[in-house]
């Protein structure tokens, strides 16, 4: 039995992916045992993400400053850029460096069944991007699935007349696979052997 307070910790934890009832238990008893090497670095961890969390105006990925850390880091190459669906996306590309350059983030992908159209993703700001220039290649990094290359299609059309090279990930992604879950050997091979859009 424990307090209100720790239950609700509790199921707060809980929530979270990847986590469950058993697990977040787990976690809470970690945590209230260890109250300053767990708890409190946890809490001004929590904290401090919390005040500064912003969105980047550049690229939609999210970190505690705008320009994000990935748009501000000067030895990327800023001439490639990769477009992916969501922030998750841009982590699991950028894990161990797989892409040197840039991103952008469109928050989402096209998608009749849940009305997701053009004008509710970041394609207008990607287009305004390219067509400001200094940028030679685009990367269209959609997942495997059905809407994810509708929106592949959709973006290679809009960037049609535009002096860039547009690429996308090679097949051998597993179809319906998200980028987020697939490990670091088959997206580099996915993005070493990318193809120019047909
Ligand atoms: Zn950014």
Request: a negative charge; glycine letters at 8%; hydrophobic letters at 40%.
């Amino acid at each position: 039995m424990a307090s209100r307070e720790i239950d609700t910790l509790t199921q707060a934890l809980a929530r979270l992916p990847g986590l469950g009832p058993r697990s977040a238990r787990r976690a809470v008893l970690h945590l209230l045992k260890r109250r300053e090497t767990a708890l409190e670095p946890l809490l001004r961890a929590l904290e401090a993400v919390a005040e500064r969390l912003t969105p980047c105006s550049t690229c939609g990925n999210v970190d505690t400053s705008d320009p994000c850390a990935v748009c501000a880091d000067p030895r990327r190459d800023a001439r490639a850029l990769c477009v992916v669906e969501e922030v998750a996306d841009l982590w699991a590309l950028d894990r161990a460096r797989l892409f040197p350059g840039r991103f952008h983030v469109l928050g989402g992908r096209l998608s009749a069944l849940d009305g997701v159209g053009p004008e509710d993703l970041s394609i207008d700001a990607l287009i305004r991007r390219v067509a400001d220039g200094g940028v030679d290649e685009v990367v269209l990094a959609m997942n495997a699935t059905l809407e994810g290359q509708t929106t592949a299609h959709y973006l290679a059309e809009r960037l049609e007349g535009h002096p860039v090279r547009v690429t996308q990930l090679a097949h051998g992604l597993p179809v319906g696979g998200e980028l987020d879950y697939l490990d670091e050997g088959t997206l580099a091979q996915a993005l070493r052997a990318r193809r120019p859009v047909a």
